[in-house]
């Protein structure tokens, strides 16, 4: 009911901003109610509903994740980390993924920065290491590597994209590698994030999700100002 007043009332710049408010709002007070239940064992609805710790945890679970898709779908650039071991990953692919799809996100393939090659291929050496490890990911065999070797992330996706507009979302896991792999070619990172940048710039349909370990969080700094939004939307994960 809220919802249909605002978009009734409100201007129509102003509805997306105040649609996402709400809806973060509804999503956080549900995660409190289910936090001020830890603890309960008890049956309700006449003994047809059993609030206990393993349902408390499925809710707050399922309520994490929609708090996580509010947040990507109203910002075409998220930041998702954790403490190491806190299960990002699977989260990711089990439930985020899954979620995206049934909103009619196009989900591409999970990526990573990191990988083994680091010389080039056939001779070839790498007009950057962190772009092509994503291609690949991206391209799980179609392309020769040799040809994914001197391309763009944009030209890449441009060349995927079809002649459809589509809303498409690309997932890099494990982001922490864009500083913790090749140190020895640290100066590719800013290149990395350019190409990042420009590919959201000539795909207004392109959404970015970064997940990567919370102690890399402040290596991003440097880069931030590349980015859409500078790294703004954050979204944090706890055991």
Do not use: C
Not at 23 to 35: G, I, N, R, T, Y
């Amino acid at each position: 009911m809220v919802s249909v007043v605002l978009e009734a009332l409100l201007p129509r710049e102003s509805r997306r901003n105040a649609q996402l408010v709400l809806v973060v709002a509804v999503l956080l007070a549900s995660l409190v109610s289910v936090f001020l239940l830890a603890g309960t064992n008890t049956l309700t609805a006449n003994g047809a509903l059993a609030i206990d710790a393993p349902g408390l945890f499925m809710q707050g679970s399922i309520l994490l994740l929609a708090l996580l898709s509010a947040l990507v779908m109203a910002e075409r650039l998220v930041l998702f980390f954790a403490p190491s071991g806190a299960g990002k990953s699977s989260l990711i692919r089990a439930r985020l993924m899954p979620g995206l799809r049934e909103e009619n996100f196009v989900v591409l393939a999970p990526t990573r920065v990191g990988g083994q090659v680091s010389q080039g291929i056939n001779g070839q050496p790498f007009e950057n290491i962190y772009v092509f490890n994503l291609l690949r990911d991206l391209d799980q065999g179609r392309t020769p590597p040799e040809q994914l070797v001197q391309s763009t992330l944009s030209a890449y996706l441009k060349q995927q994209a079809g002649p459809e507009t589509i809303d498409r979302v690309l997932i890099i896991d494990q982001f922490e590698e864009i500083v913790t792999s090749y140190p020895e070619q640290w100066t590719k990172r800013e290149e990395f994030f350019r190409q990042l940048s420009q590919a959201m710039s000539d795909d207004p349909h392109l959404w970015v999700i970064l997940a990567m370990r919370e102690d890399y969080i402040a290596a991003l700094d440097p880069y931030a100002r590349l980015l859409p939004g500078r790294l703004r939307v954050r979204y944090r994960m706890s055991y």
